[in-house]
C-alpha cells in the first residue's frame, strides 16, 4: 500500500491488491487482481487538470443515465449543463423547447397555487385577529353591563342609562318569573300525575279489601250456627236437670231457722 493521488486530485491510500493463482503444471503464481482506491470527499478538486477529467467522465455518465431512465421508463427527461466555461451540454428525450415550456407551465401553476395559499393563510391571519379583538370588546361590554346590573359604578351612569338598565332589570326579572312558574307548573304536573297514581293503588287495596270482607262473615255464619246448637243442646240439658232437681225440693212450711239437707 503506498499514498497516491486519484483522478479527483485527492491524496488517499492506494495499493495493488495480489491474489495467489496456481497454474497448470503447479505452480504458484503471483496475480494483480485491481487497484483499490480509498473514499472520495465530495469537495472541488484543486486540481484542474483533475477536475476537467472528472467532469467529462460524470457528464457522460449523467447524459448515458438520462437517456436510459427515458428509454426504460418511457419518460420524458431533459438534461441542461453548463461547463465551467460556459459551454452549453443537453440532452432531450423529445423537443427541448417543449419540454422547457411545459416546465414553465409547471412551475408557473405551482407558484400560483403557492401564492393563492399565502394570500389564505393572511386573510385568515385577519380574520383570526377581527374576531378575538371582537371577542375581547364584548367581553369587556358584558362585564361592565354586568357591574352596572349589580349596582356597581352608577355614579357615573345618566338618567337615559339608568332607565335603560332599570328596563334590563325589570326584562330580566319577568324572564326569571317566567321560568320559575314554568318549573311550579312540571312540579305540580308530577305531583298530579303522583296523586293519580296514589288514588288508583288506593282504589285497588280498597277492592282487594272489600272481597276479603264478603268471605269473612260466610265463615262467621257458620260459626255462630255451630254456636248457637251447642247452646241449645246445653240449654235442653240444663233445664232438664233443674226440673230433676225441682222434684226433691221440699214443700212443706217449716217456721225456724233453715236447716241444710244434704243430698
Not at 497454474?23 to 473514499?39: A, H, I, L, Q, Y
Not at 426504460?72 to 438534461?79: G, H, I, N, R
Not at 349596582?151 to 357615573?156: A, F, V
Amino acid at each position: 500500500m503506498e499514498a497516491g493521488i486519484d483522478e479527483y486530485g485527492n491524496k488517499g491510500l492506494c495499493g495493488l491488491r495480489i491474489k495467489r493463482v496456481q497454474g497448470s503444471d503447479g505452480d504458484v503464481v503471483m496475480c494483480v487482481s485491481e487497484m483499490v482506491r480509498g473514499k472520495i470527499q465530495m469537495k472541488r478538486i484543486e486540481n484542474a487538470t483533475s477536475r476537467q477529467v472528472t467532469f467529462s467522465k460524470r457528464r457522460n455518465g449523467l447524459l448515458k443515465k438520462a437517456y436510459e431512465l427515458s428509454v426504460l421508463c418511457d419518460a420524458e427527461v431533459a438534461v441542461i449543463i453548463f461547463s465551467q466555461s460556459g459551454r452549453l451540454y443537453e440532452f432531450s428525450s423529445s423537443d427541448m423547447q417543449k419540454t422547457i415550456n411545459q416546465y414553465h407551465k409547471h412551475a408557473k401553476g405551482v407558484q400560483t397555487n403557492t401564492i393563492e395559499v399565502e394570500q389564505c393563510m393572511q386573510q385568515s391571519k385577519h380574520e383570526s385577529a377581527d374576531m378575538a379583538k371582537k371577542i375581547e370588546i364584548l367581553e369587556a361590554s358584558q362585564r361592565f353591563m354586568t357591574e352596572r346590573l349589580l349596582g356597581h359604578d352608577l355614579d357615573s351612569c345618566s338618567a337615559q342609562e339608568l332607565n335603560q338598565i332599570s328596563s334590563q332589570l325589570e326584562r330580566s326579572l319577568c324572564i326569571v318569573r317566567e321560568r320559575k312558574a314554568q318549573l311550579f307548573m312540571e312540579q305540580i304536573e308530577r305531583l298530579k300525575e303522583k296523586g293519580r297514581l296514589l288514588l288508583e293503588e288506593n282504589v285497588k287495596l280498597h277492592t282487594e279489601c272489600g272481597a276479603r270482607r264478603c268471605q269473612k262473615p260466610l265463615i262467621q255464619k257458620k260459626g255462630v250456627g255451630a254456636a248457637s246448637c251447642n247452646w241449645m243442646n246445653s240449654s235442653q240439658s240444663s233445664s232438664s236437670q233443674t226440673i230433676s232437681n225441682s222434684d226433691q225440693v221440699e214443700t212443706r212450711l217449716f217456721i225456724g231457722q233453715p236447716v241444710m239437707h244434704s243430698e
